[in-house]
């Protein structure tokens, strides 16, 4: 990347788009790394299994998917700066709530993608995932806790989807923590995402949903979920939460993200 050119480019073209981890929340002129799920409704976690909140030291941050009965998906923003001590990262699963009525996991070991740049503005950037691996069989036999099947098919414009995550309902609410929530989105254009997020064309999809639906700060990480199947981890979405531009996912049927996920996940 041509430093000085692409960050003033991407800064005029998108420079308020929000990166949605936790910690990254209040700043309002970065890519709002997705929190709670904006006009979405409120769902209980026995119809979305795989779904995780992320603790770091253990305070929420992030949102993750099972998708073995030893490894999770979540986006390489929300851990990369752990892989050398990832004891400070744990995973809080089969509960609606992130605090209450589920079980916490250990998490061992912590791989980013190896193209995943965090000096990439603003603080995002392509093939933004990172495998969560957990002692073995962590998630095996308990309760409200399942993988999820990656998607394995291109996804036409206009695919119906859904994403689901912890956090803010609105940009200025503050961080709930208590209710999983769930919202429709719409795979839109590879053209019109890269148009809209010019750094992140190459590994990404996209989604939008009318109604103000959107991801905000606290959903990284969490699913896209399509036909049935994980479509996308959540990465970066408008800096207001307000849907005028199309949320951006890393895209797990992308070749580098498919095989990344295979030598450390072997699915």
């Given at each position: 990347m041509k430093q000085v050119t692409s960050l003033v480019l991407f800064g005029l073209f998108c420079g308020s788009a929000v990166l949605t981890d936790a910690s990254d929340q209040n700043k309002p002129d970065a890519a709002s790394q997705s929190g709670r799920i904006v006009n979405g409704k409120a769902v209980s976690i026995v119809k979305y299994k795989y779904a995780l909140s992320l603790r770091v030291n253990g305070v929420f941050d992030c949102g993750a998917t099972i998708i073995t009965n030893s490894h999770s998906l979540t986006a390489a923003h929300c851990v990369y700066k752990y892989p050398s001590d990832p004891s400070r990262v744990t995973l809080y699963g089969g509960s609606t709530s992130t605090s209450s009525g589920g079980i916490e996991v250990p998490v061992v070991s912590i791989a980013l993608h190896p193209n995943y740049n965090r000096k990439g503005f603003p603080a995002a950037s392509d093939c933004?995932?990172?495998?969560?691996?957990?002692?073995?069989?962590?998630?095996?036999?308990?309760?409200?806790?399942?993988?999820?099947?990656?998607?394995?098919n291109e996804l036409p414009v206009g695919t119906e989807c859904f994403v689901i995550g912890w956090g803010r309902t609105g940009y200025n609410q503050p961080a709930s923590v208590n209710q999983l929530r769930y919202a429709n989105m719409n795979i839109v254009s590879q053209s019109t995402c890269a148009t809209i997020w010019a750094e992140y064309r190459k590994f990404m999809i996209c989604a939008k949903y009318n109604n103000g639906v959107d991801t905000c700060g606290g959903d990284s990480g969490g699913a896209l979920v399509c036909g049935g199947g994980l479509a996308g981890v959540v990465s970066f979405s408008h800096p207001n939460c307000t849907s005028a531009w199309p949320a951006g996912f890393a895209?797990?049927?992308?070749?580098?993200?498919?095989?990344?996920?295979?030598?450390?996940?072997?699915?």
């Open positions: 933004d995932v990172a495998v969560l691996t957990v002692p073995v069989n962590s998630f095996s036999g308990r309760p409200n806790m399942a993988p999820l099947a990656l998607q394995t895209k797990i049927t992308a070749p580098s993200i498919r095989s990344f996920i295979r030598q450390y996940a072997e699915i």
